[in-house]
């Protein structure tokens, strides 16, 4: 006899009996066993997944942990219906937790193993083979049909769980001796603006880029250098700008404003630049050391190098660290604060060593990451792509990278995603797979961030192309996102990796 729908219900004990949750889809009963149903909820936000079975709807936050979301409808092969009040997310865990959408749920019921027929002679549309059994309900005459939810998942998902073990048995590339080498010989550096002019810091100097917050805090008596201090996750960070420091002429904060997290013996300080460009990769023969004859007296002496780009035409004042610490602007930033906090900093960045650093892009609406450390570089989307023939077709086109030709692909079409018009916010992220570097291009690149790594967790593994291209992902509950973490590597097979390299033999 059906019980009222709630999954607190209490039965009493009776021999060979089961509890089921029953639901609908397209107007058919069917029935799964509750002992592996965690919970019942109503359909949540969700994030798209590129390269995901079709059946995967997306990825949902479920109190601090990533739930794959599955639409049964899809599963069944029969076409989808709008979400509406009465659909329900059916939470199964059989070692991974999957959340199931149904048109609509029932109840829970008792059921005796005597009212349980076979199943093989009823149609219906589920495969037979996904069905273990029929359930004849006594009192409305309806047949309830027992889906073996085990039976679905490992044919739906047992490919991708076998390929996902081979690769978790692939031990990861190592770079050759010529990239090492190469990387010996070049700086990385993030490149920033401020009252139009261009400046650079070196990436291993920065904890982290951070949007500006909606409310500073002003401190009391402290000078006009000073913007105030904010919280960054728990903790007191002072505020200063580049434009104090530069002695320029002050101008109000907006979207394109960011904060550049920079720490130095365990002291951190926040500095405020106009907007952020790009991350470069730079030989160091394109960089020279500033005379100091250049800088008379304290005011700009903390720049110390000048990048010389575009055969010289694009010239970049790489920034100290150390210097800018020392300048009156920084250092009456940190007073208000420093005495009391410079334990707390230091237990902080030990705590830090546990993060992960990414860089954070956007893809239609929705965040993606990858480690900082594979990021070669990240510029501007020229007004025209060149086409070279013989390229892939995959290939959007190419663009001249300090002399070397950088095939160019667009990330939406690589993912499946309806395409955009071109525009400011665009950008080519440069990956180096393979030993070739190759471009992709994003929507918007966004920030610099650090990631606790107990936020990141395994990606749900539910197709071999996705598992490989998101391995992981961040879930920053506290923030409401989730972030769908790359592996560049995987973007291209082995096949397109050769096609690109014989193109540019």
Do not use: W
């Not at 359909?43 to 990533?66: D, F, Q, T, Y």
């Not at 995603?417 to 190759?438: A, L, Y």
Request: proline content about 5%; aromatic content about 4%; overall charge negative.
């Amino acid at each position: 006899m059906e019980q009222t729908v709630t999954l607190d219900t209490s039965f009493e004990e009776e021999e060979k009996l089961s509890e089921y949750v029953t639901f609908v889809i397209e107007n058919e009963s069917f029935a799964i066993n509750m002992a592996p149903v965690q919970e019942i909820i109503r359909v949540p936000e969700m994030v798209h997944v590129p390269k995901s079975p079709p059946s995967l709807m997306g990825l949902a936050n479920l109190r601090g942990s990533i739930l794959p979301i599955i639409n049964l409808r899809k599963v069944f092969g029969i076409s989808s219906r709008e979400i509406d009040e009465s659909s329900r997310i059916i939470v199964i865990n059989l070692g991974q937790p999957l959340g199931f959408l149904v048109d609509r749920v029932l109840s829970v019921i008792n059921v005796e193993e005597s009212a349980i027929e076979d199943s093989s002679q009823i149609q219906s549309i589920v495969k037979s083979e996904f069905l273990e059994g029929v359930i004849k309900d006594a009192s409305t005459q309806r047949m309830i049909m027992m889906l073996n939810m085990g039976k679905i998942i490992s044919s739906e998902f047992a490919e991708t769980l076998k390929e996902v073990e081979k690769q978790i048995q692939t031990s990861k590339l190592q770079k050759s001796s010529q990239e090492e080498e190469a990387q010996a010989e070049e700086r990385q550096l993030v490149s920033f603006t401020v009252e139009g002019e261009e400046y650079a810091i070196g990436i291993e100097d920065i904890q982290e880029i951070v949007q500006i917050p909606e409310h500073i805090v002003k401190v009391p008596n402290t000078e006009s250098s000073v913007i105030g201090i904010m919280n960054l996750r728990d903790r007191v960070l002072p505020l200063t700008s580049l434009r104090k420091i530069f002695n320029l002429e002050d101008k109000p904060l907006d979207e394109r404003s960011r904060i550049i997290v920079l720490t130095l013996d365990g002291i951190s300080v926040g500095v405020v630049v106009d907007s952020v460009r790009e991350v470069l990769r730079v030989p160091n023969s394109l960089i020279e050391p500033v005379s100091k004859i250049l800088f008379d007296g304290e005011e700009k002496a903390e720049i110390t190098e000048i990048c010389k780009l575009n055969q010289g035409k694009r010239l970049v004042s790489i920034i100290s660290v150390p210097n800018l610490f020392k300048t009156k602007a920084v250092k009456e930033a940190l007073s208000p604060v420093e005495t009391q906090k410079i334990s707390e900093d230091i237990e902080q960045i030990e705590e830090n060593e546990d993060e992960e650093q990414v860089v954070v892009f956007v893809l239609n609406r929705e965040e993606y990451a990858v480690a900082i450390e594979s990021v070669q570089e990240i510029v501007r989307v020229p007004e025209e792509l060149t086409h070279i023939p013989k390229t892939p077709a995959f290939v959007e086109g190419v663009i001249n990278l300090r002399g070397n030709v950088l095939p160019v692909i667009d990330l939406r079409k690589r993912f499946e995603i309806e395409g955009k018009e071109r525009d400011d916010q665009q950008r080519i992220m440069v990956f180096v797979i393979e030993g070739i570097s190759v471009g992709f291009i994003v929507d918007s690149v966004t920030e610099v961030l650090k990631i606790p790594k107990k936020l990141i967790f395994e990606a749900p593994k539910l197709s071999s192309e996705q598992s490989k291209i998101f391995p992981k992902v961040a879930n920053l509950d506290k923030e409401g996102r989730i972030i769908q973490l790359i592996e560049p590597r995987e973007l291209l097979n082995k096949e397109e990796i050769e096609e690109i390299a014989q193109s540019y033999e």
